[in-house]
């Protein structure tokens, strides 16, 4: 049996601990950012997980953000 998974490959969810651990924030302001809406998450069961795509988003909005005022 062949193992097709490849651990070279970037993540496409994060757990909120490594979303908060890739933005060098701490496990309970990711929270926050979640709660207030400014990261998207999704729900898959129980368990949360934020695309990986939503950190950039994210990253971008902020700049634009600095960038205008």
């Given at each position: 049996m062949t193992n097709h998974t490849n651990t070279n490959q970037p993540r496409v969810l994060l757990t909120v601990?490594?979303?908060?651990?890739r933005l060098s924030l701490s496990r309970t302001t990711m929270f926050r950012l979640l709660k207030q809406g400014?990261?998207?998450?999704?729900?898959?069961?129980?368990?949360r997980?934020?695309?990986?795509e939503a950190l950039d988003t994210y990253i971008n909005h902020l700049t634009t953000q600095q960038q205008v005022a």
């Open positions: 601990e490594q979303a908060a651990h400014q990261i998207t998450s999704i729900r898959i069961g129980k368990a997980r934020i695309p990986a």
